[in-house]
């Protein structure tokens, strides 16, 4: 059984280009939720899509937006590439009740120049 | 709002000896908490969580239990092996919200 699975692993982008990253949640999960982790700090919560909605939002800009597709799967786009957006991006897939916890993917890690 | 604090790294032990990881945190409501693992180069696993008040959640040896009275959930495991060397995340969640993180704790076990 497949978990949470993200795409690319790495990639480098110049400031002011746009990126988009890609998540497909752990069968039999229906909510997708992105994460911010900088060197050295914990992860900070972006957003959580259910039923192709965002359900709830941390405190990004609106430069960090995203998408649920009818199948789960999940892209987070970052327009407008700041150097301080370069960290490693997780996808965390669970249930909307979150019963069993979350699970979380390896990350892709973006690096701005 | 929410927040979780845990105590700064690295903590570097030897091979076999206690470990022990603080934590608090602050919330509105009643969270469930959670320790989270990282090893390098990857996301973060599961190590155990707790839901409730005196609830203990234990996995692989580690240990915390949920402290309402002093808003803790620390981290313990008896005897810590290399394989443990990793970076330890406690964090929580009000209701089926976001996971709250704290910074993390970087351990280093020697042979």
């Known amino acids: 059984d497949a978990g949470v699975t993200q795409s690319p692993t790495h990639l480098i982008k110049t400031r002011g280009q746009q990126v988009t990253l890609r998540c497909s949640p752990k069968?039999?999960?229906?909510?997708v939720s992105w994460y911010q982790q900088a060197l050295g700090q914990g992860p900070q919560f972006i957003f959580q899509?259910?039923?192709?909605?965002?359900?709830q939002r941390g405190n990004f800009p609106d430069r960090f937006s995203g998408h649920q597709f009818p199948n789960y799967s999940s892209e987070l786009n970052v327009n407008a590439l700041l150097l301080g957006d370069s960290a490693l991006y997780l996808c965390?897939?669970?249930?909307?009740?979150?019963?069993?916890?979350?699970?979380f993917g390896s990350g892709t890690r973006l690096t701005v120049v | 709002g929410d927040s979780v604090t845990q105590m700064e790294g690295p903590v570097t032990l030897s091979e076999e000896a206690f470990l022990t990881i603080n934590c608090t945190y602050t919330?509105?409501?009643?969270?469930?908490l959670f320790w989270y693992v990282q090893y390098p180069g990857e996301g973060l696993q599961l190590l155990l969580k707790?839901?409730?008040?005196?609830d203990k959640g234990s996995n692989k040896g580690f240990e915390a239990t949920y402290r309402k009275e002093t808003t803790s959930f620390h981290l313990e495991k008896g005897s810590v092996q290399v394989s443990d060397s990793a970076v330890y995340f406690c964090?929580?969640?009000?209701?089926?919200?976001?996971?709250?993180f704290g910074t993390g704790t970087r351990l280093l076990v020697s042979p």
């Open positions: 965390a897939s669970s249930l909307v009740t979150a019963t069993y916890g979350y699970t």
């Open positions: 069968s039999g999960h229906d909510t």
């Open positions: 899509y259910y039923e192709e909605e965002e359900r």
């Open positions: 919330a509105t409501g009643y969270p469930s």
């Open positions: 707790a839901t409730k008040a005196d």
């Open positions: 964090a929580l969640s009000e209701g089926f919200q976001k996971l709250v």
